[in-house]
T-cell receptor, first 114, second 110 residues
Framework: NAGVTQTPKFQVLKTGQSMTLQCAQDMNHEYMSWYRQDPGMGLRLIHYSVGAGITDQGEVPNGYNVSRSTTEDFPLRLLSAAPSQTSVYFC?????????????FGPGTRLTVL | GENVEQHPSTLSVQEGDSAVIKCTYSDSASNYFPWYKQELGKGPQLIIDIRSNVGEKKDQRIAVTLNKTAKHFSLHITETQPEDSAVYFCAACKVNKFYFGSGTKLNVKP
């Protein structure tokens, strides 16, 4: 298994541009999530999904959209990038929804918005 | 929501010593408390977790304790080794949402 994969590894955008961060897992996990990691602030939950067709907001959802059309993929969309969205983004998955499940994290995407 | 506070932000110990990292949480509905280790340039990796119906859990050199009444939980690493050097995060989970502490950078000096 490849586990959780994320593309791209690095990205530079100009303010106002849009882009999609890709996340895929090959473990047939129900639960998938997106986090952003900023210096000194730990990881903050952006959006999550408990299964195909079901998504919900996390702690910091503004400026981001998600969809979950398949079990494997959970893309994160930035419709109009802002400098405040400069961060490292991590995707994670776990076997089922609910608590008590280990989350497996991808390697991250480092995004810079100029 | 939930507020998770983690201390200290940095911790330096001598190889072989013990290290303790402490976290507090605010919402009594949180019922799962994982700890993650993050090495430079990588995603976090689960090292140990504890559920709200358990007070202590141990896995070799790593242990976690939970005090539900006081709403705090701690990570204990014994016999530290240089490869334990990393950033450690605590988290609290309720109803599919994970809330992370701000991280502790652990430096184990040989």
């Amino acid at each position: 298994n490849a586990g959780v994969t994320q593309t791209p590894k690095f990205q530079v955008l100009k303010t106002g541009q849009s882009m999609t961060l890709q996340c895929a897992q090959d473990m047939n996990h129900e639960y998938m999530s997106w986090y952003r990691q900023d210096p000194g602030m730990g990881l903050r939950l952006i959006h999550y999904s408990v299964g195909a067709g079901i998504t919900d907001q996390g702690e910091v959802p503004n400026g981001y959209n998600v969809s979950r059309s398949t079990t494997e993929d959970f893309p994160l969309r930035l419709l109009s990038a802002a400098p405040s969205q400069t961060s490292v983004y991590f995707c994670a998955s776990s076997p089922t929804s609910g608590s008590h499940n280990e989350q497996f994290f991808g390697p991250g995407t480092r995004l810079t918005v100029l | 929501g939930e507020n998770v506070e983690q201390h200290p932000s940095t911790l330096s110990v001598q190889e072989g010593d013990s290290a303790v990292i402490k976290c507090t949480y605010s919402d009594s509905a949180s019922n799962y408390f994982p700890w993650y280790k993050q090495e430079l340039g990588k995603g976090p990796q689960l090292i140990i977790d504890i559920r709200s119906n358990v007070g202590e859990k141990k896995d070799q050199r790593i242990a976690v304790t939970l005090n539900k009444t006081a709403k705090h939980f701690s990570l204990h690493i014994t016999e530290t080794q240089p490869e334990d050097s990393a950033v450690y995060f605590c988290a609290a989970c309720k109803v599919n949402k994970f809330y992370f502490g701000s991280g502790t950078k652990l430096n184990v000096k040989p």
